[in-house]
């Protein structure tokens, strides 16, 4: 299994990005998929996920700004990023979760909480400059 996850880079405040994270070689559709992020310094924590009825939940900050989505076949999610600020300087993870009983999927992003999922992209820099 892999997942590859790109389109961060460098924009100045008030700009947009939009990430993306391809997933192969699993044979099952993944229950939830998520969006982790880290700032230098600070540790992992939850952005956003997407369970496979395509419920969303997003951390607090993030909420009405960024948007997380999936192509129909469930091999690509999204994070669509808009209004960035310095805040969202980080290196960005996309993760996939087969575990059917995964109750994170349910809310652990709001707070921002971290989760051992199953599948991990290498992450992609998101830089955004005031």
């Known amino acids: 299994v892999e997942l590859v996850d790109s389109g961060g880079g460098s924009v100045q405040a008030g700009g947009s990005l939009r990430l993306s994270c391809s997933l192969s070689?699993?044979?099952?559709?993944?229950?939830?998929m998520a969006w982790f992020r880290q700032a230098p310094g600070k540790e992992r924590g939850g952005v956003s996920t997407?369970?496979?009825?395509?419920?969303?939940t997003y951390l607090g900050a993030v909420k009405g700004r960024f948007t997380i989505s999936k192509d129909i076949a469930q091999t690509t999610l999204y994070l669509q990023m808009t209004s960035l600020g310095p805040e969202d300087t980080a290196m960005y993870y996309c993760?996939?979760?087969?575990?059917?009983?995964?109750?994170?999927?349910?809310?652990?992003?709001?707070?921002?909480?971290?989760?051992?999922?199953?599948?991990w992209g290498k992450g992609t820099l998101v830089t955004i400059s005031s």
């Open positions: 993760a996939a979760e087969e575990r059917t009983d995964f109750v994170y999927c349910s809310g652990g992003a709001q707070e921002g909480a971290y989760a051992d999922m199953d599948y």
């Open positions: 997407i369970d496979s009825d395509c419920t969303t």
């Open positions: 070689g699993i044979t099952s559709t993944p229950y939830c």
